[in-house]
């Protein structure tokens, strides 16, 4: 068995402790397990489900949409270390109640490990949510190649400068802007980061950005040329 799907499964504190003990004999082949939707695991539940797949060479974790707050992430981020070496894919989609401390907590053992995919969609990000993840893209920034910012319209154009200030370096092929309400002010900053990712930089989603006028994609898409 390589991948397992439990999307809106409505797992709980039994169902979680049923499946962990099954998922643990199937460890040595999984390599993608999706969540997404189960938003009544407790912080121990998530403990018990991750714990038993240590060891194994995970490359995709769904967590989508499970109502993380800062005590289910402080769980989660406690087991990821342990997959590090073969995670590449993390999809934490629409997490939108989850506060800075609890990105900057589950986040912050990946590092130094093989991250290429991570997605922001409909997380509500903020300064303080921008700038907590920030400090730990900067430490996948040599493994990623893909981000999704897509709908988080809340962001100003100093947080856009936190989160791909810190990606300087980093050989991305694909970022997601879509649905951000870009404006010129916002433009601008992505705009002045773009340059230093343009020589890998492959795929640039701008969609539903339509209150941004001529002269913010001027300056946004200024310095890709070349």
Known sequence: LEEINFRGCSLDQAKATAIGAKLAASKTSLSTVTFRRNSHLSANDWDVLLGVLDGAALEI???????????????IGANLPALKDSLRKLDLEGNRDLPAA?????????????LEEINFRGCSLDQAKATAIGAKLAASKTSLST????????????????LLGVLDGAALEIIDFSACDLDEEKAAAIGANLPALKDSLRKLDLEGNRDLPAAGWSTMLHGLGG
């Open 102 to 114: 609890g990105w900057s907590t589950m986040l912050h053992g990946l590092g130094g490990g093989v």
């Open 61 to 75: 974790i769904d967590f989508s949409a499970c109502d993380l707050d800062e005590e289910k992430a402080a769980a």
């Open 147 to 162: 981000v999704t910012f897509r709908r988080n319209s809340h962001l100003s154009a100093n947080d856009w400068d936190v």
